[in-house]
């Protein structure tokens, strides 16, 4: 439509603008999973992914150890640093009290005061009030507390205070002996921190190693022993003539549609009855009985388009049937061959199903589908950062496969439904 | 003996097994069976010929037989026993399964998957394919639309787990709805009804990249001539495109249409990884997985009726087929 006159930039504008946004909406998800992977289980929870390039307000609690506690004045005096002697981070709040975890802000004293009120009838009561004020300035007391009472300034006590700086060092004082460490909150705005803590903890102590190396074990023969079975019969229903050819081919078409499910129990039995079982030699042959279709149709399809002289003079030349489909047909029909073992190794290496009921339900031949649905989601089901690891670890093949083959998956779609 | 060993050995054993049947196999064929150097070869080798069709079909039509046509009727007759599967019950398994509410809600929901999920992805297929035809860039676009095809169905629920999780600081979902000033997160896979459509989704956004390939490429076959008398008429893009486009790929979009639908009778892993078939979320697949391995006789049911389903296309996919090689 480049030339219609008037209507291009407009147009074209709009188009940019929406391909862009459908890309964007396509990705997020699979973005949100991939950062999400590197970040750990509380990182996750505290807050969303696409926060995680920014710095992470972080509330906690922290106990210091009670070295250097030194007197004065009948007040223990401790001082040090809130994020332990290597740490580092910036103080944004902090608190004396897990009510009130972030009501100072660095450079201001909290403190808590024993104090006396007196109530609206005279009578004189005692009460505690909490406030923050800077560093080198006295506490300005309000008028009056929450109920509404007097507040008698000059009898304050000191009962404990903190003080904090931006850097962590903090200054804590409270009234008489220091006998347990204090609890002080903080809340400190820590930089974004990625790791592969996640992967480390799948690969290493989760058995996805194992679930790894089985799923390319189911994969690999299922893949590779289809095609070698399917390519001679598509040669046979593409060059040979003999009766019933039609019937055949429209036996596979038909066959491409039957739903797996159906062969599931019968076939189970089978292999049971003749010994199999449930086992990596059941899954191998269901897999390849089940790709049989697709590959017949698919390389039929293929080779039928081979130019029809060089087959024929091949064969005026004197060569046979067997002879013509290893020395000319199969090393034409490269293309259509990759189509298919890709189109099988993803749809194998991806398959939920038949693993479930073909392979033994026990967690050492678990391939890494049946792991995370069966195992991780139960009973990992609130570590996200786990989850995620896994989910990238399974689908990492897939996507190197499908982005470094593309050419040839896109091929194999557009000979198998367009015509 | 660790399974991939096993499994190398496999491959070793199968792919040599195949090449020795079908080596030996053509050469007792010509050498013994009927000989070319014998007292007439060309009946021989007419003979031969006839019979080296079946040696190359064998071992494919051997597996497809056992794996695939074997299981419809086996799966059938077993449907028609009782879940120990000793006693004949006709078609009580039917029965029971037509009055269980657990099927009529699966039932109704793969209707719903049905209608919903082939629809949008073709729809949206198109739309993209269109976008991007003309875009500089559109071969990356479409790429990263169609990458979603490489990720597996548990992958896949995974991922969009994230995104609908029931915590506003990991679900994109409930962040919006925060920042939109919703008090209180929301398990949207609860959310009795919609939560189909939400497990749908995810179907959607696999299959949009397959539908956008395969309807790119059949714009991309329409004659520009076509195209270019339109616009010389006076045609909008959206009359070229409506008017113009869409009725010369109509039988891509039907051929897209039936191949997403047979899909949607299979895929049982969204669900089951989604919400396990709770909330009232079970499709047949699922709803036949929950009595895999308990009730045989129950499974083959429902497997028999995802296949009945399934069959129209099957007989449309064959008339094409045969119309074809005509």
């Not at chain 1, 042959?285 to 790709?291: K, N, P, R």
């Not at chain 2, 014998?38 to 009946?43: F, I, R, W």
């Amino acid at each position: 439509m480049d030339n219609i006159a008037g209507t291009k930039s407009s147009l074209s504008w709009a188009v940019h603008i929406s391909v862009v946004a459908l890309v964007v909406l396509w990705l997020i998800p699979t973005v949100g999973l991939l950062v999400s992977s590197f970040r750990d289980r509380d990182a996750i929870t505290a807050t969303g992914w696409w926060l995680s390039p920014f710095s992470v307000e972080q509330a906690y609690r922290v106990q210091p150890e009670l070295d250097g506690v030194t007197e004065d004045n009948g007040y223990s005096v401790l001082e040090g640093n809130l994020f332990g002697a290597e740490g580092s981070g910036e103080v944004s709040g902090f608190g004396i009290t897990a009510r009130a975890p972030n009501a100072a802000s660095p450079g201001q004293v909290y403190a808590r005061f024993n104090v006396d009120v007196e109530e609206p009838d005279g009578t004189i009561d005692d009460t505690r009030l909490e406030l923050a004020y800077p560093v080198g300035s006295d506490p300005a007391f309000p008028e009056t507390d929450d109920d509404g009472n007097r507040i008698l300034t000059d009898t304050a006590v000191l009962d404990r205070s903190l003080e904090a700086q931006v850097n962590g060092d903090f200054r804590y004082v409270s009234e008489g002996e220091l006998r347990r460490a204090p609890s002080l909150y903080v809340t400190s705005l820590s930089p974004p921190r990625f790791s592969l803590e996640n992967y480390r903890t799948i690969l290493f102590s989760n058995g996805m190693d194992v679930a790894f190396i089985n799923t390319f074990t189911v994969t690999i023969p299922a893949t590779i022993i289809p095609i070698l079975i399917a390519a001679f019969a598509a040669y046979a229903l593409a060059w040979m003539d003999f009766k019933g050819r039609g019937f055949l081919i429209a036996m596979v078409v038909g066959l491409l549609v039957v739903p797996l499910q159906l062969a599931l129990v019968p076939l189970l039995q089978l292999h049971n009855k003749v010994g199999i079982g449930q086992s990596f030699l059941g899954i191998w042959l269901a897999h390849t009985g089940f790709g049989l279709p697709l590959a017949i149709y698919l390389l039929r399809n293929y080779m039928v388009g081979l130019p029809r002289d060089i087959i024929e003079s091949a064969k005026v030349d004197g060569a046979t049937d067997f002879q013509v489909f290893t020395k000319i047909v199969l090393p034409l029909s490269f293309p259509a061959l990759a189509s298919f073992a890709i189109f099988q190794f993803l749809w194998v290496w991806n398959d939920l199903l038949v693993a479930k009921v073909f392979l033994p339900s026990n967690s050492e031949s678990w391939v890494m589908t049946v792991k995370i649905a069966d195992d991780l989601l139960g009973s990992r089901g609130g570590d996200w950062g786990i989850l995620a690891g896994a989910a990238f670890i399974s689908i990492a093949v897939p996507l190197a496969v499908f982005f470094t083959m593309q050419r040839y998956l896109v091929r194999g779609l557009l000979a198998g439904s367009v015509k | 003996m660790s399974p991939l060993v096993q499994g190398l050995l496999t491959i070793f054993i199968g792919v040599g097994g195949c090449v020795g049947y079908f080596f030996l196999s053509n050469l007792i064929l010509d050498k013994v069976i009927f000989p070319t150097r014998s007292e007439n070869p060309g009946l021989n080798i007419n003979r031969a010929n006839l019979v080296r069709p079946w040696l190359f079909l064998f071992p494919a039509m051997a597996a497809l037989g056992l794996y695939l046509v074997y299981p419809v009727i086996g799966s059938f007759w077993r449907s028609l026993y009782n879940r120990s599967g000793d006693e004949f019950i006709g078609l009580g398994n039917y029965m029971t399964m037509f009055s269980d509410d657990g099927f009529q809600v699966a039932l109704f929901n793969n209707f719903l998957w049905v209608l919903f999920v082939p629809a949008s992805a073709t729809f949206l297929g198109l739309l993209v394919a269109q976008l991007t035809d003309r875009l500089k860039w559109g071969n990356i676009a479409k790429s990263l639309i169609f990458m979603p095809m490489a990720i597996s169905f548990v992958g896949a629920s995974l991922i969009w787990k994230f995104v609908y999780a029931n915590n506003a600081d990991i679900g994109l979902i409930n962040a919006l709805r925060d920042f939109f000033g919703a008090e209180e997160p929301l398990d949207v896979l609860q959310v009795r009804f919609w939560n189909n459509f939400f497990l749908m989704f995810i179907l959607i956004w696999i299959q949009t990249g397959f539908a956008m390939v395969i309807l790119s490429a059949a714009l991309r076959g329409i004659p520009e001539e076509t195209v270019e008398a339109a616009i010389i008429d006076g045609a909008n893009p959206f009359q070229v495109f409506f008017k113009i486009k869409v009725p010369q790929i109509m039988g891509t979009i039907v051929v897209v249409w039936t191949t997403i639908t047979i899909l949607v009778l299979k895929v049982f892993d969204i669900v089951y990884t989604m919400t396990g078939g709770n909330f009232g979320t079970e499709i047949l697949p699922s709803y036949m997985m929950s009595y895999m391995f308990r009730d045989d006789g129950r499974a083959t049911a429902v497997a028999f009726v995802i296949m009945i389903i399934v069959l129209p296309v099957m007989i449309w996919n064959i008339r094409q087929a045969r119309a074809e090689m005509r």
